[in-house]
């Protein structure tokens, strides 16, 4: 498999003007301005293979967007080299965004005052497609994204949920081999969220366009990707799959049981009781400390259990153990 | 097949920008209530201009003033506010793009940023010029008659307020750059308004000026931008030499800010600062 995106030892300064409080500090500020540098990219490094579909994670501030931007040649780095699809954005910016895709969920690309029909042949002029080609992608663009019926509608009159299919359809209308997400979902209630996360999925199944996804929503991530990238302060903190995220960071299962005796002041020894209510009961347990075999042995000793559930912890709260843990150090 | 590029691909690279100009022009005509507004204060500013001039040919008793007669004075100010107010406010635009960052996500389509500006100044001036014409030469027709224009002199009278109105773009998406390294830049664009309204010709032909004054103002190229083409309108400087001369000092400072404008361009995309969003 070809390499997409290829990321060497990438870093991003930003200087940023202190100011100051006060009329003095204004006055000083004009003569010898103070600047502060904020590194948003501390030295980042990974590769993505052609087809796959990647999670590109973290808290606010993280540096997600800037590595986005320098990918795709908006901004140029401070150090470092990247390579996008065989070229250096920045060097390559107009030749790469015929190869690249990108939706922003806070963001919208297309024209708001005219119905996205009329953005989709404006983008097809831009993006220099032939005029048979284009109404054929167009055409299996608004079936597969069962946009039909918002065509003519202006995009400020679409809900947001139509908007967002819009939205992806105009960015994948020119066949990009790689597409940039960020924050697809966002805003959305869980069917159009759902609906936007099948689409992404089929995409990358059947089309085999790489997907390099920025999101805040766990959801979007499980159902999307296999593999997550975690960046915070500027670095990579975790770079590997996504089941084995959940088994690093796993510390902790889940035990649901169903007794066949109230469970009222049920206790264990290694675990804690999360809830009991009627014949159930949840436990906590601290795999480090505890051995599972040797407890699940304890209870089945002292009690009879009909049904037993293991879970691991959400995703959500996976994730917030590595930002929170990345905090403390 | 090498996409963007205007060597290979001119039909593709026209298309392109001719199809942003489009839709410019199409989102501005959605705006009609705005054009009326407009409509309206260039009704009442060339009935102003009318009633001041008549009073002054009526009060010097001279048939001409600075080679102009009243009729010619009237369609003299008609085209200069014509093409005054086409003037799409880039400055603003370009100024806000670069600050809120917003250009990032123009930065991120295969286009020239300077080009997809040009596209949406012109397809906004396309539609602006036109009805702003229609408007002022009406007010203008019913208080001193058919216009003085040269028949021979209209297309080089088409071609002159084109360039104009490029000129003017190359200056004000200069301006609305300079946003990279200082903190406001309307400041600029207030002065270089003001600065077309006296130089440039737009309040009064430059003839009428002191020998000195005028001399200076038809040096600057701030006078190729209004005085220069609504001149030639007033039926003056209709002369092939004259016209060519014209044309041909728009171009050069037309290539001349030009190359200014893609130097701060290439200068200020690096210093692109978009951090977080």
Same mark, same amino acid.
């Given at each position: 498999?070809?390499?997409?995106?290829?990321?060497?030892?990438?870093?991003?300064?930003?200087?940023?003007?202190?100011?100051?409080?006060?009329?003095?500090?204004?006055?000083?500020?004009?003569?010898?301005?103070?600047?502060?540098?904020?590194?948003?990219?501390?030295?980042?490094?990974?590769?993505?293979?052609?087809?796959?579909?990647?999670?590109?994670?973290?808290?606010?501030?993280?540096?997600?967007?800037?590595?986005?931007?320098?990918?795709?040649?908006?901004?140029?780095?401070?150090?470092?080299?990247?390579?996008?699809? *065989?070229? &250096?954005?920045?060097?390559? =910016?107009?030749?790469?965004?015929?190869?690249? !895709?990108? $939706? @922003?969920?806070?963001? +919208?690309?297309?024209?708001?005052?005219?119905?996205?029909?009329?953005?989709?042949?404006?983008?097809?002029?831009?993006?220099?497609?032939?005029?048979?080609?284009?109404?054929?992608?167009?055409?299996?663009?608004?079936?597969?994204?069962?946009?039909?019926?918002?065509?003519?509608?202006?995009?400020?009159?679409?809900?947001?949920?139509?908007?967002?299919?819009?939205?992806?359809?105009?960015?994948?209308?020119?066949?990009?081999?790689?597409?940039?997400?960020?924050?697809?979902?966002?805003?959305?209630?869980?069917?159009?969220?759902?609906?936007?996360?099948?689409?992404?999925?089929?995409?990358?199944?059947?089309?085999?366009?790489?997907?390099?996804?920025?999101?805040?929503?766990? *959801?979007? &991530?499980?159902?999307?990707? =296999?593999?997550?990238?975690?960046?915070?302060? !500027?670095? $990579? @903190?975790?770079?590997? +799959?996504?089941?084995?995220?959940?088994?690093?960071?796993?510390?902790?299962?889940?035990?649901?049981?169903?007794?066949?005796?109230?469970?009222?002041?049920?206790?264990?020894?290694?675990?804690?009781?999360?809830?009991?209510?009627?014949?159930?009961?949840?436990?906590?347990?601290?795999?480090?400390?505890?051995?599972?075999?040797?407890?699940?042995?304890?209870?089945?000793?002292?009690?009879?259990?009909?049904?037993?559930?293991?879970?691991?912890?959400?995703?959500?709260?996976?994730?917030?153990?590595?930002?929170?843990?990345?905090?403390?150090? | 097949?090498?996409?963007?590029?205007?060597?290979?691909?001119?039909?593709?690279?026209?298309?392109?920008?001719?199809?942003?100009?489009?839709?410019?022009?199409?989102?501005?005509?959605?705006?009609?209530?705005?054009?009326?507004?407009?409509?309206?204060?260039?009704?009442?500013?060339?009935?102003?201009?009318?009633?001041?001039?008549?009073?002054?040919?009526?009060?010097?008793?001279?048939?001409?003033?600075?080679?102009?007669?009243?009729?010619?004075?009237?369609?003299?100010?008609?085209?200069?506010?014509?093409?005054?107010?086409?003037?799409?406010?880039?400055?603003?635009?370009?100024?806000?793009?670069?600050?809120?960052?917003?250009?990032?996500?123009?930065?991120?389509?295969?286009?020239?940023?300077?080009?997809?500006?040009?596209?949406?100044?012109?397809?906004?001036?396309?539609?602006?010029?036109?009805?702003?014409?229609?408007?002022?030469?009406?007010?203008?027709?019913?208080?001193?008659?058919?216009?003085?224009?040269?028949?021979?002199?209209?297309?080089?009278?088409?071609?002159?307020?084109?360039?104009?109105?490029?000129?003017?773009?190359?200056?004000?998406?200069?301006?609305?750059?300079?946003?990279?390294?200082?903190?406001?830049?309307?400041?600029?664009?207030?002065?270089?308004?003001?600065?077309?309204?006296?130089?440039?010709?737009?309040?009064?032909?430059?003839?009428?000026?002191?020998?000195?004054?005028?001399?200076?103002?038809?040096?600057?190229?701030?006078?190729?931008?209004?005085?220069?083409?609504?001149?030639?309108?007033?039926?003056?400087?209709?002369?092939?030499?004259?016209?060519?001369?014209?044309?041909?000092?728009?171009?050069?400072?037309?290539?001349?800010?030009?190359?200014?404008?893609?130097?701060?361009?290439?200068?200020?995309?690096?210093?692109?600062?978009?951090?977080?969003?």
């Amino acid at each position: 498999m070809a390499t997409a995106v290829s990321v060497s030892d990438l870093r991003k300064t930003f200087r940023v003007k202190v100011k100051s409080a006060g009329m003095g500090g204004a006055a000083r500020a004009l003569f010898r301005p103070l600047y502060r540098e904020v590194k948003a990219v501390a030295g980042v490094s990974f590769q993505v293979e052609e087809g796959e579909a990647l999670a590109f994670i973290g808290p606010n501030g993280a540096g997600k967007s800037t590595t986005i931007k320098m990918l795709t040649g908006i901004l140029h780095p401070t150090s470092g080299e990247a390579s996008v699809l *065989g070229r &250096v954005p920045w060097r390559e =910016r107009e030749n790469l965004a015929f190869d690249i !895709g990108s $939706v @922003i969920g806070q963001k +919208s690309q297309l024209w708001f005052h005219l119905p996205p029909a009329d953005s989709f042949d404006l983008l097809a002029r831009i993006y220099e497609l032939p005029m048979a080609e284009f109404a054929r992608r167009r055409d299996h663009l608004v079936e597969l994204f069962e946009i039909g019926p918002h065509l003519r509608t202006p995009v400020r009159k679409l809900s947001l949920g139509e908007r967002m299919r819009c939205e992806i359809a105009a960015a994948l209308i020119h066949r990009p081999r790689l597409i940039f997400l960020d924050e697809p979902t966002i805003g959305l209630d869980i069917v159009a969220r759902q609906t936007i996360r099948d689409l992404i999925r089929r995409l990358n199944r059947e089309e085999g366009v790489t997907v390099f996804l920025t999101s805040h929503d766990v *959801g979007d &991530v499980e159902r999307l990707c =296999r593999r997550v990238i975690v960046i915070n302060h !500027g670095l $990579v @903190i975790y770079d590997d +799959s996504l089941t084995a995220l959940k088994r690093q960071y796993h510390r902790t299962k889940y035990l649901d049981l169903l007794l066949d005796a109230p469970a009222e002041g049920f206790t264990c020894a290694g675990a804690r009781v999360v809830k009991s209510k009627g014949y159930g009961v949840k436990l906590e347990v601290d795999t480090e400390t505890t051995r599972l075999d040797e407890m699940l042995g304890r209870i089945l000793a002292g009690h009879r259990v009909l049904d037993i559930n293991i879970e691991d912890p959400p995703l959500e709260e996976v994730i917030a153990a590595i930002y929170a843990r990345e905090a403390d150090q | 097949m090498t996409r963007g590029s205007w060597l290979h691909r001119p039909g593709a690279q026209l298309a392109k920008y001719s199809a942003i100009a489009g839709v410019t022009t199409r989102t501005n005509l959605a705006y009609l209530a705005d054009f009326f507004l407009r409509g309206i204060f260039l009704v009442v500013v060339m009935f102003v201009f009318v009633q001041l001039w008549r009073t002054t040919y009526g009060a010097t008793g001279e048939a001409r003033i600075g080679g102009f007669s009243l009729a010619e004075m009237i369609w003299y100010l008609a085209i200069t506010e014509s093409i005054t107010m086409s003037f799409p406010r880039l400055s603003d635009t370009v100024d806000r793009q670069v600050k809120s960052g917003e250009l990032a996500y123009a930065l991120g389509r295969p286009y020239s940023y300077v080009l997809y500006l040009f596209s949406t100044y012109f397809g906004e001036a396309v539609v602006r010029f036109p009805v702003n014409l229609v408007i002022a030469g009406t007010v203008a027709f019913l208080s001193v008659g058919p216009p003085p224009v040269v028949l021979a002199s209209v297309p080089g009278f088409l071609v002159a307020v084109f360039l104009a109105l490029a000129l003017n773009f190359v200056i004000l998406a200069g301006i609305g750059l300079l946003a990279f390294w200082f903190e406001d830049t309307s400041s600029f664009a207030l002065l270089y308004s003001r600065f077309l309204m006296i130089a440039g010709g737009m309040l009064l032909p430059l003839d009428v000026f002191p020998v000195a004054i005028r001399r200076l103002t038809l040096a600057l190229p701030t006078n190729l931008i209004i005085y220069g083409p609504a001149r030639l309108f007033a039926g003056q400087g209709t002369g092939a030499a004259a016209v060519w001369s014209l044309l041909g000092r728009q171009a050069l400072w037309l290539a001349i800010f030009g190359l200014v404008l893609g130097g701060l361009f290439r200068l200020g995309v690096k210093r692109v600062n978009v951090q977080g969003g």
